[in-house]
């Protein structure tokens, strides 16, 4: 049986933490895997739930951390190094950045037959200077040439790693989108949403919006914020918002609530009606979702977002900026509207129309699980790589040896 070594940053909610956790769990009785991960940023939730639950024990490098420490990450390559040669993998399989960088120069100073990486994502656009962004190109198109395989989660994703950014050439370069188990997203959703709309004080006839995901500048809450302040003054409707999730912005979103006049609430201190509420991490997302009824997105970059593909899973609609590979994961003007993200005017008016529009909202959430159970589901996701591994030992002469 081959040997496959799965190495992601962290099990932080998104994902990346899905993705590693369903390959590592069902590619089994074909590979055998051993599934290694390194430490939470301090801003964000502890997920390691996601995998435990799978029955899983992943191994823990508590030096490999989001932040770059070259003290830090020279130990967490040196032990990495110890794994490779303790369990001897066919396959180094990487996944986000950090896992990356420090898993693939460790497979290649190994001689591990075959090397793979995961883009989720990119730091490529908005998070840094032009300057740094130039420094992890290069480090990128460095370490695509240890690699056997780089996969893109979408076409958007694979063009801008081959002709926007040239970290590869084209051939190199796969095509997997994720995949998930949607069916909590179908279950029991009216038991749920009555659930949430009592826990969060709800009325019936209150439109629910929400944004999940970390509070990090990348997800551009005040874009959120401004459209939420336009449809609260335009629409005529009673409108909610619910900012889920937490990290190191909170304390600006909340102060751009009050710049903004937008009454506000952190729901964990005080349990009361406001225009925006803040809830914190919430584990069961399938009932936060049950109780949308407009699910948003506001970043300045995205690789493949889970909150939309849950939201469709849900049959929530949608109005997200249009960045990285967003417009592969909905169906513009079928499941979702998209906005251009450095347009104020463009995202409000989005969220009006779909605001205004019943008939859409149905029509957009019944599209969206249509969509995404066809196309996100984790059999097709398993398959599609298993497939990929075999071709790739096959290559290597390794998989006669099995």
Not at 49 to 77: C, H, Q, W
Not at 264 to 282: G, M, N, P, Q, Y
Not at 297 to 308: A, R, W
Request: with cysteine; glycine share 6%.
């Amino acid at each position: 049986m081959p040997k496959v070594l799965r190495i992601i940053n962290r099990f932080n909610l998104g994902g990346p933490t899905y993705n590693a956790a369903y390959l590592t769990k069902y590619m089994s009785p074909d590979f055998h895997t051993l599934l290694v991960g390194g430490m939470k940023d301090e801003t964000e939730e502890n997920s390691e739930y996601i995998v435990r639950n799978l029955g899983l024990v992943p191994f823990t490098i508590p030096e490999m951390r989001r932040s770059l420490n070259i003290f830090k990450d020279s130990i967490a390559l040196k032990q990495i190094t110890e794994v490779i040669e303790d369990f001897k993998p066919d396959i180094v399989h990487t996944h986000a950045s950090k896992a990356g960088a420090l898993g693939r120069r460790a497979a290649y100073n190994m001689k591990v037959p075959v090397i793979i990486h995961t883009f989720h994502g990119h730091v490529f656009d908005a998070y840094f200077s032009g300057f740094k962004s130039k420094i992890y190109q290069h480090i990128e198109r460095t370490l695509a040439k240890k690699t056997d395989k780089i996969i893109a989660l979408s076409e958007v994703q694979k063009h801008d790693l081959v002709y926007k950014y040239k970290i590869c050439q084209e051939e190199k370069v796969r095509v997997i989108p994720l995949g998930f188990d949607l069916c909590r997203f179908r279950e029991n959703m009216e038991e749920k949403r009555k659930e949430f709309r009592k826990d969060y004080l709800l009325d019936d006839d209150e439109i629910a919006i929400g944004i999940i995901g970390r509070l990090v500048p990348i997800k551009n809450h005040n874009l959120f914020l401004e459209g939420i302040k336009c449809a609260d003054e335009k629409s005529g409707k009673k409108i909610r918002a619910f900012i889920v999730g937490d990290g190191e912005e909170k304390h600006n979103i909340m102060s751009k609530c009050y710049s903004l006049g937008l009454d506000s609430v952190d729901f964990t201190h005080e349990k009361r009606k406001a225009t925006v509420t803040f809830t914190s991490w919430i584990k069961n997302i399938d009932y936060v979702n049950a109780g949308m009824d407009i699910i948003s997105l506001t970043s300045l970059n995205e690789g493949t977002p889970v909150s939309l593909i849950e939201a469709q899973a849900s049959g929530n609609p949608i109005v997200t900026t249009n960045v990285g590979g967003i417009e592969n994961i909905v169906i513009p003007g079928e499941t979702a509207l998209l906005s251009d993200y450095k347009t104020e005017g463009d995202y409000c008016n989005k969220l009006l129309t779909l605001i205004a529009d019943e008939g859409m909202r149905e029509r957009f959430g019944q599209n969206g699980w249509q969509f995404v159970n066809k196309k996100f589901s984790y059999a097709r996701l398993i398959d599609d790589m298993k497939n990929l591994y075999y071709e790739l030992l096959d290559e290597k002469n390794q998989i006669r040896k099995y």
